[in-house]
């Protein structure tokens, strides 16, 4: 995680590199903070809590800076632990996402030399050993020979006082160079500084860039300069603004009838051709995490029910353990929002080292997974700021159901009833979320929530209790209706929350899931097509065709959404979590 930004160019330089890391808060906010150049001298501005709420005049008139979002790793949140960390001589600052694996051995070393640590971070080895290495050569050679000496995966952004260059180097953790005339940007992901240049070179691992007037790019391992042209990222990568709306969270939510669209919207032939390939392939494995794994859970239900089917879901840090069955005819569908989930990204190295052909689902362009993927299925949910995946939720599950579809040889029939899911969603968004804000008030104050669904609405449990837990701080368990009884039953008392989801095809199962609790004191809340007085409160989901999974997600996402704003949470910043996890 951790946002890195950097900028040298004919802007004010502190100025564009505070928006950039606003812009990149998603990746972490625990703290921030800048190095920058002005009169010779590097110059640190370091803060605990979230930028956007900097209010303060930020310093002006240097001559470049580099700027960091952190999300903590190694260390307290803190000022001290505040990226960007300096030499002891004050002459080099770094900012660094990632872990350095042999830090304390590095630590050592310099210790051994006469080097203070001052902060708890495994970063502040970096400039250190930049300082060391300056002892008998360049700025540059020795962030190279300091490169050569860290093990891990990172991306760091390093500047001395004894120069005007900006290195930026990268193993394993992104890092974009956005181009323009007379000016550099070096960010965690192009959307950063999409508003000044869509110009990027996409840096691979082991490259090292030296930024001044020009930008020179060496391969580490062979130690030598590359040519790498500027490409146009050619997007549609709308800047995130709120639009109106009071937080991210809520806007996303309430576009969702227009992001899973764009989500269909794709190629028939070749939607199709990767259902041959589906049905064609020795084993298929989805991979994923967090609520994306819940979308490829989802998707197996589906592709059980109406393509007998069988595919197996992994979460992507589990994949290791999956590898011996993995040959040349595996198929891999790696789904992720971001493209840069670090256990994805793993999962699907080990599926290259076993040469399966890997399909991924991605909604960030040019991210790191887009790179090592056979062929990419673009999700089109526009950029999602909020750290809840929600549109992105739904664009995974509509791209899924239409390939499921696809294989079952009903694509037209598939695109219909996504169509129609995605018009009952907007019809609940608008007519709802009274009712369901409602819900909220009466919720707020509750210690635990649970949510049981059976069949495809299991997965739907999952992704609801999640949604609930991770921005309103209730803990919010799912399960499948046929395991309270081993176990969660002995939680049910006077007024316990249970939400109960249910699809046409699990109705009548659910309900007796649901006597079970209600004869035990439990607060029933069906979300269902099927009202019965069983139900203290009710929110209605139309019934359609396998298409539950779908539709039933945004109410509680609304209910989730709400949740945070009666408990006081920050709704698309929720604490300890980010957007983008590239961290193993
Ligand atoms: C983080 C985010 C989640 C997301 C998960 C996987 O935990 O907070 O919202 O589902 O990462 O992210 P990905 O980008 O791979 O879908």
């Known amino acids: 995680m951790c946002g890195i930004f950097a900028y040298k160019g004919k802007r004010n330089a502190t100025k564009t590199v505070f928006e950039g890391l606003k812009k990149l808060e998603y990746r972490g906010y625990d703290s921030w903070g800048m190095a920058f150049k002005k009169q010779g001298k590097i110059q640190t501005i370091k803060k605990v809590g979230k930028i956007a709420e900097f209010n303060k005049k930020i310093p002006e008139n240097a001559d470049y800076a580099i700027g960091h979002t952190r999300w903590a790793t190694h260390g307290k949140v803190n000022e001290k632990n505040a990226h960007p960390q300096l030499s002891n001589n004050k002459k080099i600052a770094v900012i660094h996402n990632g872990i350095i694996d042999n830090y304390m051995k590095i630590k050592n070393i310099l210790m051994g030399k006469g080097y203070n640590f001052k902060s708890q971070t495994d970063t502040e080895v970096i400039p250190n050993l930049i300082q060391e290495n300056m002892k008998k050569s360049s700025f540059r050679e020795a962030v190279k020979k300091s490169l050569k000496t860290m093990e891990g995966s990172f991306a760091i952004v390093a500047i001395s006082q004894d120069s005007n260059e900006i290195i930026a180097a990268k193993k394993m953790s992104p890092l974009v160079l956005g181009i323009n005339d007379n000016e550099s940007f070096v960010s965690s992901d192009v959307a950063a ?125 589990e994949f290791i353990n999956y590898k011996h ?134 997965p739907s449990a999952l992704e609801a209790a999640l949604k609930i837990k991770e ?88 209910l989730s959404y709400y949740l945070a704003l009666y408990r006081k949470c920050d709704p698309d910043k929720p604490r300890n979590l980010a957007k983008s996890v590239t961290v193993r």
């Open 325 to 458: 069955f993995l040959t040349e005819n595996t198929l891999v569908i790696a789904v992720s929002q971001s493209g840069e989930t670090a256990d994805v990204l793993d999962a699907v190295r080990t599926a290259r080292e076993k040469n399966s052909r890997i399909i991924s689902i991605v909604n960030v362009p040019g991210s790191s997974l887009t790179r090592i993927s056979d062929e990419v299925i673009p999700m089109n949910a526009g950029q999602e700021v909020s750290v809840l995946s929600t549109k992105s939720y739904t664009s995974q599950l509509a791209i899924l159901t239409l390939i499921a579809y696809a294989c079952a040889g009903k694509y037209e029939k598939g695109l219909g009833l996504i169509r129609k899911s995605a018009y009952y969603i907007k019809k609940i968004i608008s007519n709802d979320r009274k009712k369901i804000k409602s819900l909220a008030k009466k919720l707020k104050d509750k210690r635990d929530i649970f949510i049981i669904g059976r069949g495809l609405a299991f």
């Open 471 to 558: 921005v309103s701080y209730i803990h919010a368990e799912g399960l499948a209706g046929g395991e309270l009884k081993h176990g969660t039953l002995a939680l049910i008392e006077e007024g316990v929350p249970v939400i109960v989801i249910s699809t046409s095809d699990s109705e009548a199962n659910i309900e007796n899931n649901a006597n079970e609790i209600k004869s035990r004191g439990g607060f029933m809340i069906g979300f269902n097509s099927h009202e019965s007085n069983i139900y203290d409160y009710f929110i209605k989901i139309p019934s359609l065709e396998n298409m539950e999974p779908l539709i039933t997600i945004v109410p509680i996402q609304l």
């Open 193 to 317: 500084f999409l508003s000044y240049t869509d110009k990027a070179i996409i840096m691979d691992d082991n490259e090292m860039a030296v930024i001044d007037e020009d930008i020179e790019i060496i391969n580490l391992k062979e130690n030598k300069k590359i040519t790498k042209k500027a490409k146009s990222i050619g997007m549609n990568y709308e800047e995130a603004e709120k639009g109106g709306f009071k937080h991210f969270l809520i806007k996303e939510i309430s576009e969702q009838e227009e992001s899973i669209m764009r989500a269909i919207n794709q190629d028939r032939e070749f939607i199709e051709n990767i259902s041959k390939q589906i049905d064609n392939a020795f084993g298929v494995f989805f991979v994923s995490c967090g609520t994306s794994y819940h979308a490829c859970l989802s998707a197996s239900y589906l592709f059980s029910k109406i393509v007998k089917k069988h595919v197996n879901v992994v979460l992507a840090s």
